[in-house]
């Protein structure tokens, strides 16, 4: 009997010391997100200058047209692998509810399989000595606009062409241009 009392003791203290633990866990992955939606709003915020150049990680660049500047929303975070991407939308169609998804540009390491993406376009590679990373830009597959915001949505959609035009490396990257999109 006593040997019983022991094991519910012992169980009932792993139960609350496993509910314990688990809060905390829950506590530190909810302050972890917090932290990652600060840093993405500080990279949000900081990632345009006035002139609409975009500086990603340091490592490269690209213009957005001076129109865009009211009309479009930066969302920069660091994925997984090691890479980073950049998405633009525009504002109307993001808060009507579709998306606005406008491009996505991706820095993504040499080994990342880019080519199972449903729509991408491959820029080229940021070679810095042995560190190399593929540029790949991914455009929406489906409406991202509702009939209200399709007008604005096609008109900043039609000049996504000079935004991967001016990318750019930065510091000591260097640029290789894939020849395709010449």
Do not use: H, M
């Given at each position: 009997m006593k040997t019983n009392?022991?094991?519910?003791?012992?169980?009932?203290?792993?139960?609350i010391g496993c509910g314990r633990v688990n809060r905390e866990a829950q506590g530190d992955t909810e302050?972890?997100?917090?932290e990652q939606q600060d840093r993405a709003q500080e990279s949000e915020s900081?990632?345009?200058?006035?002139?609409g150049k975009v500086v990603?990680?340091?490592c490269c660049s690209f213009l957005l047209?001076?129109?865009?500047?009211?009309?479009?929303?930066?969302?920069?975070?660091e994925l997984e692998n090691g890479g980073y991407v950049c998405t633009v939308t525009e504002v109307t169609s993001e808060n009507a509810g579709p998306g606005g998804l406008l491009f996505a540009m991706e820095?993504?390491?040499?080994?990342?399989?880019?080519?199972?993406?449903?729509d991408y376009r491959y820029l080229g590679r940021l070679v810095n000595g042995a560190?190399?990373?593929?540029?790949?830009?991914?455009?929406?597959?489906?409406v991202?606009?509702?009939?209200?915001?399709?007008?604005?949505?096609?008109?900043?959609s039609k000049q996504r062409q000079l935004v991967y035009d001016s990318f750019e490396a930065e510091g000591n990257w260097q640029f290789e241009k894939n020849c395709e999109t010449e």
């Open positions: 009392r022991f094991v519910y003791l012992v169980l009932a203290l792993c139960v302050s972890i997100r917090e900081t990632a345009r200058e006035d002139d990603l990680n340091n047209p001076g129109e865009w500047q009211d009309k479009t929303k930066l969302a920069i975070r820095i993504l390491p040499e080994t990342e399989d880019y080519t199972t993406y449903p560190e190399i990373r593929n540029v790949v830009v991914s455009e929406p597959t489906d991202q606009y509702t009939e209200e915001t399709e007008a604005k949505y096609k008109e900043l």
